[in-house]
Nanobody
Framework: QAQLVESGGGLVQPGGSLRLSCAASGSIFSFNAMGWYRQAPGKERELVASITSGGSIYYADSVKGRFTISRDNAKNTMYLQMNSLKPEDAAVYYC??????????WGPGTQVTVSS
């Protein structure tokens, strides 16, 4: 049973940056896709960015040009570099992974607050 743990959330001013990390308990080669979702109060959870084992990347329109997703296979870790943060980016950010057998895993989430 894979486990995912996010870190790197916190409070940042508008225009600032944060880097989120998602550490997997085992090899991320066991996942064919990983991604970041976020959920703001009163809103549905939405996909922010994803990356496949083959390197295909997707970004939601709302974060294109500001966020960068990456993965370090040697460290079994996925990252989300978030620049030019806006108040509307504030949410709980969740790490997600899908195994080759289509099992889905979620991290507990990390809070991102964007406020002056």
């Amino acid at each position: 049973q894979a486990q995912l743990v996010e870190s790197g959330g916190g409070l940042v001013q508008p225009g600032g940056s944060l880097r989120l990390s998602c550490a997997a308990s085992g090899s991320i080669f066991s996942f064919n896709a990983m991604g970041w979702y976020r959920q703001a109060p009163g809103k549905e959870r939405e996909l922010v960015a994803s990356i496949t084992s083959g390197g295909s990347i997707y970004y939601a329109d709302s974060v294109k040009g500001r966020f960068t997703i990456s993965r370090d296979n040697a460290k079994n870790t996925m990252y989300l570099q978030m620049n030019s943060l806006k108040p509307e980016d504030a949410a709980v950010y969740y790490c997600h992974a899908r195994s080759w057998t289509l099992l889905k895993y979620w991290g507990p989430g990390t809070q991102v607050t964007v406020s002056s």
